[in-house]
């Protein structure tokens, strides 16, 4: 297991293939990313937001924006600490009950699966055994 | 300068707030696809409802939305919201230029009504302000663009409250007055404004209550 972690840290970001992946759900994303008032409403509707007595960062829309906003603000230019960082964003903070509600219509859950996906092109996801230690977080 | 702003400059900003509406109109049912249905929904036969059914029904559902978590912040919205369509809309001061140019013009409301709601119009805008400032959960996503989104709102009802109680200098104020409009009907199609246009086309996408045509597009 330690192996593989490490190979997970050593290897170069694919900034080609991020870019790639960027492009081809751009129309959707971006104005999803772009039309999101950053109103806060989303907050209740997640119980992990309730459950950790109403912690901003796990608002729907804070782990939106700072995982895929935050790579396509970079235009894809991302380093491994960065997703790694996003790692714990996007799989800890959210499970993907496809709960959260926005005014607007804007449907979170398809931009975090969207930051799981770039992550785990760049083999960037939670191994068994660090969630099942929660060593990862 | 001031004569661009005051002439050619309108009709450039609708001229762009019209075509980039279009646009984005178009583009959204371009990018999207008619769902293919695994399981497609069945047909619901509606029981008719009367009258006193149907608000009883409306009145239930408010339950399921906003109005449960936050009744405060859903007032001040919604306020906030139809007031910013229907004030410039109906105020006398343009329903006068319409007229003048066109001929023609629509109801207006008097004016003593128009200072109210603008006035409360700007106290929805403060309290959006003071959200954006004090509560922690919306500072935590909170950049100098979202300020700037407000105040690009904000702008065209300040300077004409100014310009209505005639304060500073009338002429200065009545320029910011349309530059601040039109720098609003510019910046609606392209940026976070956009949600006037998407609110409603994002609906399309959504397969349940407040939905259009039951939800029967994807990306």
């Known amino acids: ?120 092109s760049q083999e960037v996801y939670p191994q068994l055994d660090d969630v099942s230690s929660e060593s990862w977080l | 300068m001031y004569a661009f702003i005051q002439g050619q400059l309108v009709s450039i900003a609708f001229f762009i707030f019209i075509l980039g509406l279009i646009f984005q109109f178009f583009q959204f049912f371009k990018l999207t696809k008619k769902k293919e249905w695994i399981y497609p929904p069945g047909k619901v036969k509606r029981e008719k409802k009367t009258a006193g059914q149907w608000v009883a029904f409306c009145l239930a559902s408010l339950n399921g939305t906003l109005w449960k978590t936050d009744p405060l912040i859903t007032v001040v919205t919604s306020v906030f919201h139809v007031f910013l369509i229907l004030v410039p809309i109906f105020l006398l001061g343009h329903n006068i230029l319409i007229d003048q140019s066109w001929g023609l013009s629509l109801w207006s409301l008097p004016e003593s009504i128009t200072d109210i709601l603008t006035l409360v119009f700007l106290i929805c805008v403060a309290f959006f302000l003071g959200r954006r400032l004090f509560l922690s959960r919306v500072r935590a996503i909170t950049t100098v663009y979202d300020y700037l989104i407000l105040l690009i709102a904000a702008a065209p009802f300040l300077t004409g409250y100014f310009a ?56």
């Open chain 2, 164 to 219: 209505y109680h005639q304060w500073f200098n009338y002429d200065t104020v009545m320029t910011l007055h349309i530059l601040a409009g039109e720098v609003m009907l510019i910046t609606i199609p392209f940026t976070k404004l956009g949600h006037m246009l998407f609110f409603f086309l994002y609906r399309f996408l959504i397969g349940n209550e407040y939905s259009f045509a039951r939800g029967e597009r994807v990306w």
């Open chain 1, 1 to 120: 297991m330690e192996n593989i972690n490490l190979h997970q840290e050593m290897k170069p970001v694919d900034v080609k293939k991020i870019k790639e992946m960027l492009n081809l759900k751009k129309g959707k994303m971006k104005r999803y990313l772009s039309h999101c008032a950053h109103c806060s409403l989303c907050a209740e509707s997640c119980f992990l937001y309730m459950a950790h007595h109403k912690d901003p960062q796990y608002m729907p829309s804070y782990k939106a924006i700072y995982s895929l906003g935050r790579i396509y603000k970079k235009k894809g230019k991302v380093d491994r600490k960065l997703l790694t960082e996003m790692k714990g964003i996007v799989w800890r903070n959210c499970v993907l009950c496809g709960r959260c509600y926005c005014p607007i219509g804007i449907h979170i859950p398809s931009m975090i699966t969207f930051a799981r996906s770039i992550l785990r």
